[in-house]
């Protein structure tokens, strides 16, 4: 196999990464996909999703990846760290996962290790999809050949002793799934030198100030990063809360929501989920919310007590009102993402209340769902590479 | 006592006669009233609902709901008593419906006003496809209840599975001696329990002489899975006993219980005059006219304990228009099946 060497330098260190091929070859196969990928989205993805699959794998986007880990590019020469791609790795996506597996996929081409990805035995998933149309419409070179002869992907039930084996062998394990799914991977006999992740189950809230929240982008943002898949998102607000706004805010930004939601989500909802967001809005009521109803049920919004409990429900977002302390201490305890529409989000006051709160990710609204090196405050991608040490 | 907690005046009615709407709506009122009064879930529901002055215009409670609160109305009268619950299938949390002794003895008239007038009512023995485990639990389940509401068309009864959900658990000798020297039985179960322990089994001989009405509800769900029509369902049941033989398929919901909704030999589900059958659309709620397919509002005045007078159910269905051929007035509607679920695409993480 190729050894090819990229120096980065971070100031205080060089690190020399090893690949199995230029960094600019793969990046130009990204770039080549990308083209292809101006054409008819393919089954099953939405607009939407294709749409972030075509930003993301543009090409300061990857490189990016590896300057926020490694640094900026450098000349040849003497290095602090070698760094070279561990494998194998085993990722596992449970059954429901969305955009996580063809982003993942993309980040693991990088390093262009053998992997292998357990997906979904019984549902739809969009990794092998994604991976099917690359393997068609990559050109000839690194990605190909990755994707051809080290990508593996491997549809098991939950039972199947090959979970056993990848956890055996892989030099990096990252899973994704409910608290459960992850514990259960993680709990399988695997080498004491190899790296793990455990992507296991999260909540996101967004943040914005009561002056902001009157803005209509903001109303429209918050429908959009809300709508794609609603409470099913990780990475999806559940709860909007309005700092230092009275409830009458929160109650003028749900009315917003409300009128601008068939707007930026014009087509009906399914059958059941229109079902699902009736049957939220009489449970909301009972917790305490004061909810409405989006035109034809496309989905529930409901301002109410901070104190009150958010209710579980796919299309159903819920608007309070409160300062910063009490949407710390009534954030769930699982948050991961706070979505922020702050006139100052970069003040000591915010660093201060992220902290408490307990989120890994504190980023604009407009960005919650954007994947990236670093998730849920694990560097796992850095872990994807064995580091050495060298003194010279 | 509280006119309420009076019996009501549509269950004297024979249950497919002439519809008294104007009595129904009155009725459904107070029940409404009563609730709101009562269940402070309920109130918090329909913070504006004032009244209404047609059937259309009167609060319901989403079946869901019944899946996530144990929704009570307290009042005059009225003394909580065991739970029933629905059988839970594809592993969603069961619905529990709170049970009191008024409201019982409304859904004993209604049940067995409704199943006189498709079977035969003198009393024979009943064998019911269950184990006598279920009866044990402190919470009634779906299938228990409902072969308990056959108790009034038996002489004698007997549960006859070994194991509550191992269809070939099912103990002949239990049958037959449940059977003695009569000649005629009545068997409950659910479809797919029928299906597999019954109509799937080696049956004894002695059941060939011995004419069966085979009642059955829960759902064509698990029978759909592995292709089994309804006419092979019923003609493989009735191949196993003797001539004269019937099988009956009545709808009803956990949420609803009491009320059940026999399909004719003309394919229809008829309405019994104390409680009503609305189709709806899922988008708008509008009320739709026949024809129309929507989620099923089902009605009834039979339920005290709780707000399940009026539930929007997760069924689809569609109103048929006019007389039913098979002689039966009243309200008819066709079943055609349950909401369709997708998979909810979503982050790894829900």
């Known amino acids: 196999m190729r050894e090819v060497i990229q120096v980065f330098d971070a100031g205080t260190r060089r690190t020399a990464v090893v690949l199995p ?92 290790a053998a992997t292998t990805i357990k997906i979904g035995s019984n549902a739809e998933d969009l990794v092998r999809p994604f991976i099917a149309w690359l393997r068609e419409h990559a050109p000839e070179g690194p990605l190909a050949s990755w994707l051809r002869e080290r990508v593996e992907l491997l549809a098991v039930e939950r039972d199947d002793p090959l979970h056993a084996t990848l956890a055996r062998e892989a030099a990096v394990r990252i899973a994704f799934g409910s608290d459960e799914g992850v514990d259960g991977i993680e709990a399988l006999p695997h080498p004491a030198t ?21 803005e209509p982008g903001i109303c429209d943002t918050l429908v959009r990063v809300f709508g794609i898949y609603g ?64 035109d034809d049920h496309r989905a529930m919004v409901a301002c109410g007590p901070a104190s009150a409990p958010v209710i579980e429900s796919v299309q159903s977002l819920f608007i309070t009102a409160a300062n910063t302390a009490e949407a710390t201490s009534t954030a769930p305890a699982n948050l991961q993402t706070i979505g922020h529409a702050l006139e100052d989000p970069g003040s000591s006051e915010w660093t201060s209340a992220v902290l408490r709160s307990g989120a890994e990710r504190f980023v604009p609204v407009a960005r919650m769902h954007h994947f990236g090196p670093i998730w849920d405050g694990f560097a796992y991608w850095r872990a994807l590479f064995r580091e050495v040490e060298t003194v010279r | 006592m509280n006119p309420v907690l009076q019996r009501s005046a549509l269950l004297d009615r024979p249950p497919f006669g002439p519809r008294e709407d104007e009595t129904l709506l009155a009725e459904l009122l107070a029940l409404t009233h009563r609730h709101l009064a009562g269940c402070p879930e309920y109130a918090a529901m329909w913070p504006d609902w004032s009244g209404a002055e047609a059937l259309t215009e009167l609060p319901f409670v989403h079946t869901t709901v019944f899946k996530h609160m144990r929704l009570r109305t307290e009042g005059e009268g009225i003394a909580h008593q065991r739970e029933v619950r629905s059988s839970a299938t594809s592993g969603q949390a069961p619905s529990a419906i709170s049970l009191d002794a008024h409201s019982a003895e409304r859904q004993a008239v209604s049940t067995r006003a409704v199943l006189e007038d498709f079977l035969d009512p003198h009393p024979r023995p009943l064998v019911v496809l269950d184990s006598a485990s279920a009866l044990r639990s402190r919470a009634l389940g779906a299938r228990t209840a409902a072969a308990l ?146 989620m099923l509002q089902l009605l009834n005045v039979l339920a005290l304990g709780a707000p399940y007078h009026s539930v929007l159910s997760e069924d689809v269905g569609q109103l048929v228009p006019g007389p039913c051929a098979c002689g039966r007035g009243g309200r008819t509607f066709v079943l055609d099946g349950r909401v369709p679920k997708a998979e909810l695409r979503g982050c790894a993480n829900a």
């Not at chain 2, 509401?149 to 658990?169: T, Y």
Request: glycine share 8%.
């Open chain 1, 21 to 112: 091929f230029a960094l600019a070859e793969i990046l130009d196969d990204w770039g080549a996909v990308r083209r292809a990928m101006r054409g008819p989205v393919p089954e099953p993805f939405v607009r939407d999703e294709w749409a972030y699959l075509m930003s993301f794998v543009g090409d300061a986007q990857l490189r990016s990846v590896f300057t926020a880990t490694f640094g900026q590019p450098a000349p040849d020469g003497p290095a602090d760290v070698l760094a070279a791609p561990r494998e194998p790795v085993a990722v596992w996506l449970p059954n429901n996962v969305t955009l996580l597996g063809p982003l993942i996929a993309v980040l693991l081409s990088l390093p262009g």
């Open chain 1, 194 to 214: 190899s790296q793990g992740f455990a992507f296991g189950d999260r909540r996101s809230e967004a943040w914005v100030s009561s002056a902001r929240a009157a």
């Open chain 1, 231 to 294: 409470q099913v998102g990780c990475t999806a607000p559940r709860r909007v809360v309005v700092i230092d706004g009275s409830p009458e805010d929160a109650r003028a930004l749900r009315d917003r929501l409300v009128c601008r939601w068939p707007e930026i989500v014009p087509a009906r909802p399914a059958m059941h989920i229109a079902s699902a967001n009736l049957a939220a809005c009489q449970e909301a009521a009972v917790a305490g919310w004061d909810p409405v109803l989006v």
């Open chain 2, 149 to 294: 509401a056959l108790r009034p068309l038996s002489s004698d009864l007997r549960f006859v599975l070994g194991a509550p959900e191992d269809p070939e658990s099912l103990d002949w000798d239990a049958v037959l001696a449940t059977l003695g020297d009569g000649d005629e039985l009545l068997v409950y179960g659910f479809t797919w329990m029928l299906w597999l322990g019954w109509a799937q089994a080696d049956v004894p001989e002695r059941l060939r002489e011995v004419r069966v009405d085979f009642v059955h509800s829960g759902g064509w769900k698990k029978l759909e899975t592995i292709s089994v029509a309804r006419e092979e369902f019923d003609s493989a049941l009735l191949a196993t006993v003797g001539a004269g033989s019937r099988v009956l398929d009545y709808y009803g919901m956990t949420e609803q219980i009491g009320m059940i909704f026999p399909l004719c030999p003309h394919g229809v589900r008829h309405v019994p005059t104390w409680g009503d059958v609305l189709v709806r659309d899922p988008w708008t709620l509008e009320p739709l006219p026949p024809g129309e397919v929507g």
